[in-house]
């Protein structure tokens, strides 16, 4: 390769670090994990401890502002309060409790009115929970007689139904497909009607983009015990990295408008402390794909 051709290659990769460097990745909030959006798009609620200790005990939900602004302490339960899901009226969030033998869901009014309380056994909540389409019930995962299942709760009534093989089942914004992990913690989408399933690299907690188009997963850990956020098309294509940091990222969820993720970081991988962080998804700089020398990035 001629010196003019290396420098334009080294010209053009500047330009898409440069690219990438500049797009929108905003702490939200210190000591936070399990982001959930308001309905509106201009609000979180979030688990926070009390004291920086993480004990099940002194778990905390707070909202915060979507540009960090003015968080606010919302609720405690002496028996936790864990995975809070902003639910469409917008006035009510559904969190996750346990204690002995006992595990529930809880209905919270944000207006102080009476909460609903629903019992489930053998809640397996390191999967997360999500919402079906209609807002009407939640997802959550259990340990089935030989497997992991997803299953979804009713939250007017707490009729339980069975919804899928597999963990963290998250439907898709249009109904028709499904995108889980199998036993052998890869990440797959199935379409909910009956089909074939595919199946691509190991993953966890999946989040749709609201055109049912893309899903956005926290990858399984690599060699460096690193693990990032990814966007895959629902075929499995297209396959771009959100995130490139040191450390643990999880728990990503889609804005309501689909423009951007936030998600839950620790920075060293080792666990807590946690942050909330909030990633635009409509930077320019993220839709082409370039090689230079065999360094593949994607970027729009």
């Not at 929108?24 to 979180?44: C, H, R």
Request: glycine fraction near 10%.
């Amino acid at each position: 390769m001629s010196l003019g051709r290396n420098l334009s290659a080294v010209l053009a990769f500047a330009l898409v670090e440069a690219a990438l460097a500049n797009a929108s990745n905003v702490l939200i909030l210190e000591d936070a994990f399990f982001p959930s959006w308001s309905p509106a798009g201009t609000e979180l609620v979030c688990n926070r401890p009390s004291d920086g200790s993480y004990d099940d005990e002194d778990i905390e939900i707070w909202r915060v502002s979507d540009d960090g602004s003015d968080p606010q302490f919302l609720l405690a339960d002496s028996l936790g309060c864990f995975l809070p899901i902003w639910l469409p009226d917008g006035e009510h969030i559904v969190y996750f409790r346990a204690y002995y033998r006992t595990q529930e869901f809880v209905v919270h009014d944000l207006e102080g009115g009476p909460a609903l309380i629903w019992p489930v056994t053998g809640v397996w909540d390191d999967a997360g929970f999500a919402l079906t389409p209609n807002g009407q019930e939640i997802l959550y995962t259990v340990w089935g007689p030989t497997s992991c299942e997803t299953w979804a709760l009713d939250l007017a009534s707490g009729a339980t139904r069975f919804v899928w093989p597999g963990s963290g089942g998250r439907i898709s914004p249009d109904g028709e497909w499904i995108a889980f992990i199998n036993e052998g913690d890869s990440l797959c989408v199935a379409p909910l009607g009956g089909g074939p399933v595919r199946a691509f690299e190991s993953g966890r907690t999946p989040w749709w983009t609201p055109d049912s188009r893309f899903i956005i997963f926290s990858t399984g850990w690599n060699e460096s015990g690193i693990q990032n956020l990814v966007q895959v098309e629902r075929d499995g294509s297209g396959r771009w990295e959100l995130t490139s940091h040191p450390g643990y990222e999880f728990s990503p969820v889609v804005s309501p408008e689909g423009q951007r993720v936030a998600y839950s970081h620790s920075p060293s991988g080792e666990w807590e402390p946690y942050s909330v962080w909030i990633l635009d998804l409509e930077e320019p700089t993220r839709t082409e794909h370039a090689t230079w020398g065999g360094l593949k990035k994607k970027f729009r």
